[in-house]
């Protein structure tokens, strides 16, 4: 949590029992405890402009958000339920505070699901941010819900968001392995006969069994999707709020590179992907053969039906310094909490820095830390 106090000429303006300024309307709180939607979006939106400040022009940010619902907390009727619901009850426990939403500046209705991800997401869209893509983490294993009139909710946003249109992405650490039922099709060239029942193939009868895909499919898998199935993750520390390593590790991998960048400027090292073979743009019909297509010149031998190969060359520069020094990727995390982001950082190989409101968080991260550390052994150069 990040401490936040709105600008305001005296404190003394702030009544006893009110976190608002009775002449300019400011409010003094705390990240999280505002008594609006619209101010926490703009308290969230004003910490990550920091975070913009700070983060390199090809960097990427990854935001994970949870959605909740317009409602009061239980036991509140008549008289002190409307109260609550206009910001006058001056009790601001937690319980109190769940229902202390202003609906009518707000505009929302009791149950309303508020939508707070994508208000964070397009207020900082507004600011600037590049946003890039929206994904789902279903959990696979959800808190349950004592919920009869709508479903349980079982997943969470990750917002990628990034300062420039061109940015580091490493596609090649975060492929996903290919399914058992799709290399049984690709290993006869079979179409999926269930979902398309009146596929026409470009092949004579028979002809295309000579000609398998699965020699040529990527052996690091499909592109990674923007739906992740990742379980929660319990953590014995006091912490409530703790997300999956598997999660942390997703954004990370994909974020940052895994040999490092330049040690003179920075640039991250990059994979150096060949495309082989392929046919991609060539002229076919569904009634004309491979081997028709080759001995017409439309199709070169080899290619293999104009699916093309991905060759992975490993890490390459991405600059022109003279130097081939390379230092770790830096990882940043302005609500560390138990430091989970560190510690899979610190295990990935990267450097990582956390921040956090809370000094007992900082003791937590820094024990999650020093195991992954101590469970990494010595450097490569120090053990030799």
Not at 20 to 29: D, F, N, Q, R
Not at 41 to 51: P, Q, R, S
Not at 327 to 333: F, G, H, I, T
Request: aromatic residues 8%; glycine residues 10%; positive net charge.
């Amino acid at each position: 949590m990040v401490a936040k106090t709105l600008n305001c000429a005296s404190a003394t303006r702030f009544p006893r029992q009110s976190l608002l300024c009775t002449e300019c309307g400011a409010w003094k709180g705390e990240l999280g405890l505002e008594p609006t939607p619209e101010l926490y979006v703009d308290h969230l939106a004003d910490v990550f402009d920091a975070v913009k400040r700070v983060l390199r022009s090809d960097g990427t940010f990854w935001l994970n958000l949870g959605d909740t619902y317009c409602t009061h907390p239980a036991g509140l009727t008549g008289a002190k339920r409307w109260r609550a619901s206009t910001l006058e009850i001056g009790d601001r426990t937690g319980a109190e505070q769940a229902g202390s939403i202003d609906k009518r500046t707000s505009g929302l209705k009791e149950k309303d699901l508020v939508g707070i991800p994508w208000a964070v997401a397009f207020e900082l869209r507004r600011r600037g941010w590049f946003l890039r893509e929206d994904i789902i983490w279903a959990k696979r294993n959800p808190m349950p819900e004592p919920v009869r009139d709508r479903p349980t909710r079982s997943h969470e946003y990750v917002f990628l968001l990034t300062r420039s249109p061109r940015y580091f992405y490493d596609a090649e650490s975060v492929r996903e392995p290919i399914r058992e039922s799709t290399r049984r099709r690709l290993r006869h060239h079979l179409p999926n006969v269930r979902d398309n029942p009146r596929y026409r193939s470009k092949h004579l009868k028979g002809d295309f069994r000579r000609f398998p895909m699965l020699a040529n499919t990527d052996p690091g898998g499909r592109n990674l999707r923007s739906v992740w199935r990742i379980a929660t993750q319990p953590y014995p520390g006091a912490h409530f709020a703790t997300f999956p390593e598997a999660l942390a590790e997703v954004c990370i991998r994909a974020g940052s590179s895994a040999r490092g960048g330049c040690a003179s400027c920075g640039t991250p090292w990059h994979h150096r992907v060949e495309a082989r073979g392929g046919g991609i743009g060539h002229d076919w019909h569904p009634n004309k053969s491979l081997a028709m297509g080759r001995s017409q010149g439309i199709a070169a031998p080899g290619i293999h039906d104009g699916t093309y190969r991905r060759v992975d060359l490993g890490f390459h520069q991405g600059c022109s310094c003279a130097s081939y020094e390379v230092v770790p990727s830096v990882v940043l995390d302005p609500f560390m909490g138990s430091g989970t982001v560190l510690a899979v950082a610190r295990r990935l190989g990267r450097r990582s820095i956390g921040i956090d409101l809370n000094p007992k968080y900082a003791i937590l991260a820094k024990e999650r830390i020093d195991t992954v550390v101590a469970s990494l052994g010595p450097p490569a150069e120090a053990a030799a």
